[in-house]
């Protein structure tokens, strides 16, 4: 494999170059050309990776950071034939753990070696993606109440990238405390959802936060996105949906609405941020739609099987 690792040094808790170095040396060994490129500010890990793919000397492109780098590779590389590779060593690390890469920390300082080694055994597939507005996402988009949690949080500087979760948790029940919900109408292909709503969120797999299994039956190459309308009013809704959630029985909850569709529009009264994989991605109205067969990955061995169809 030719390939160019696209590292962040902000991303995670901690710098972690001298590390990526060594995992560099040991691609090497197995054969790989890896050359590493260091990112100065946002925007640069899609502008990289969108030359790389357009060198026409590149198989894969590594994204050495949290989701938000994950994000901007993405953006850089869909409709390309170069495909993405990830080494997690950011704080959410999401699509790093829906495909079981075992994830960096301080504790566990080798699991980047074991992330590179998985990325020698790994196979080439290709998936789709999802768009909203003008940004793709690999995971999903939130409109309403998570995206509020993540307007509050990011950027975040380093010192409470540290402390993990926490920093989340903390502002979801704040954010949750106070938030009362809006009035909405989302036309899923074409039918129309009209109320309340808490949360809005189109989901291309099938974790949601790195904890929750919110979209079991979601598949990462079926042409369509899951699509999850969380409708009431104020916290003790959101504390509801939470433990539906927690407990596998949302889907039997009627203030939840799942479809599994290819375009969703969302509407909004009074107007609401938007979430893609994580980061800030402007205010309703939005249209989100899937972009089928998109997009190359590596998946490693440790991938669930039901991940794909």
């Known amino acids: ?57 590149c198989d894969v492109v590594i994204a050495a950071g949290g989701d938000g780098t994950v994000n901007e590779v993405v953006n850089g590389l869909v409709g390309t034939p170069t495909a993405l590779g990830v080494l997690p060593v950011g704080t959410g690390n999401l699509w790093a753990k829906q495909l079981g890469i075992p994830t960096h920390t301080v504790l566990h300082p080798l699991r980047l070696r074991d992330a590179a080694l998985g990325l020698t055994r790994s196979v080439v597939r290709v998936i ?40 989340y948790v903390v502002a979801a029940v704040i ?22 709503i808490l949360l809005a969120l189109a989901s291309n797999i099938q974790q949601y936060g790195g904890w929750f299994d919110i979209a079991q039956v979601a598949r990462v190459d079926d042409g369509l996105l899951d699509v999850f309308v969380f409708k009431g009013l104020g916290f003790s809704y959101a504390v509801r949906h939470l433990l ?58 440790s991938a669930p099987a039901d991940l794909f169809v």
């Open 1 to 57: 494999m030719r390939a160019y690792m696209i590292y962040n040094p902000t991303a995670g808790p901690r710098d972690v170059q001298q590390e990526l170095k060594r995992v560099c040396t040991v691609l090497r060994r197995r054969g790989w050309s890896v050359e590493m490129l260091v990112t100065e500010k946002p925007g640069d890990a899609q502008t990289m990776a969108c030359s790389a793919a357009q060198s026409g000397s």
């Open 128 to 167: 789709d993606v999802g768009k909203a507005g003008n940004r793709y996402f690999l995971c999903w988009a939130g409109i309403g109440l998570d995206a509020r949690v993540t307007q509050e949080l990011e950027p975040r500087p380093r010192h409470t990238k540290r402390l993990g979760a926490l920093p």
């Open 175 to 196: 954010v949750a405390y106070d938030f009362q919900g809006v009035r909405a109408r989302v036309r899923v292909d074409g039918r129309v959802v009209r109320g309340r």
């Open 244 to 301: 539906k959630i927690l407990s596998h029985r949302h889907l039997q909850d009627p203030r939840v609405v799942h479809r599994q569709a290819r375009e969703i529009e969302v509407w909004t009264e009074p107007r609401v941020p938007i979430q893609v994989d994580g980061d800030p991605a402007g205010f309703t109205p939005v249209r989100i739609k899937v972009v089928p067969k998109s997009l190359r990955v590596l998946i490693p061995p």
